[in-house]
């Protein structure tokens, strides 16, 4: 298996946003066959060459720096704010963090399993706007930008994959 489309968890704190009013939310899976601790996962979520691009936008873009040790604190839940996130939840096995703007979500989760370990990776988008009749909408912006963010959250969960398989 390498990364597949997937409901979330009946557990997931992601779950808040699945079914609000015009939000957008999804949820990605893939497995390792090695115990992998989920402090290990956000930390190798938030550092691999691919998401340091997104750190480096975030910096220049919105003047919002981080770095590998603010990552590792992050992971170790010593940290609640990382880039342009704030930490909105969090338990043992998952995170969720909210953009400073308050419009979209992120969220990771890992379960181990017999044979390894099972990552989770979604987002949620919030409405900021109000279609023609009034009701919530997410924008023109997000749903030209809708593909492109399909395939950048398929490629950030294969990225954090091989980061901890060759670990």
């Given at each position: 298996?390498?990364?597949?489309?997937?409901?979330?968890?009946?557990?997931?704190?992601?779950?808040?946003?699945?079914?609000?009013?015009?939000?957008?939310?999804?949820?990605?899976?893939?497995?390792?066959?090695?115990?992998?601790?989920?402090?290990?996962?956000?930390?190798?979520?938030?550092?691999?060459?691919?998401?340091?691009?997104?750190?480096?936008?975030?910096?220049?873009?919105?003047?919002?720096?981080?770095?590998?040790?603010?990552?590792?604190?992050?992971?170790?839940?010593?940290?609640?704010?990382?880039?342009?996130?704030?930490?909105?939840?969090?338990?043992?096995?998952?995170?969720?963090?909210?953009?400073?703007?308050?419009?979209?979500?992120?969220?990771?989760?890992?379960?181990?399993?017999?044979?390894?370990?099972?990552?989770?990776?979604?987002?949620?988008?919030?409405?900021?706007?109000?279609?023609?009749?009034?009701?919530?909408?997410?924008?023109?912006?997000?749903r030209?930008?809708?593909?492109?963010?399909k395939?950048y959250s398929?490629?950030?969960?294969?990225?954090?994959?091989?980061?901890?398989?060759?670990?």
């Amino acid at each position: 298996m390498l990364i597949e489309k997937c409901s979330t968890p009946p557990n997931s704190i992601l779950n808040k946003y699945v079914n609000m009013p015009g939000a957008y939310t999804d949820s990605y899976l893939t497995e390792i066959p090695a115990q992998v601790s989920f402090s290990d996962y956000v930390l190798a979520f938030y550092t691999t060459p691919l998401f340091k691009v997104e750190r480096l936008i975030l910096k220049i873009v919105v003047r919002k720096p981080s770095t590998d040790q603010e990552a590792r604190e992050l992971a170790d839940d010593t940290r609640s704010q990382f880039a342009a996130w704030t930490v909105e939840d969090r338990s043992a096995n998952q995170i969720l963090m909210c953009d400073f703007a308050g419009s979209t979500r992120s969220w990771l989760m890992s379960i181990q399993t017999e044979n390894g370990t099972r990552l989770y990776f979604g987002s949620a988008v919030v409405p900021q706007h109000r279609s023609k009749d009034g009701g919530p909408s997410l924008g023109f912006v997000f749903r030209v930008l809708l593909g492109f963010h399909k395939i950048y959250s398929v490629l950030l969960l294969s990225s954090a994959r091989t980061r901890l398989l060759y670990r």
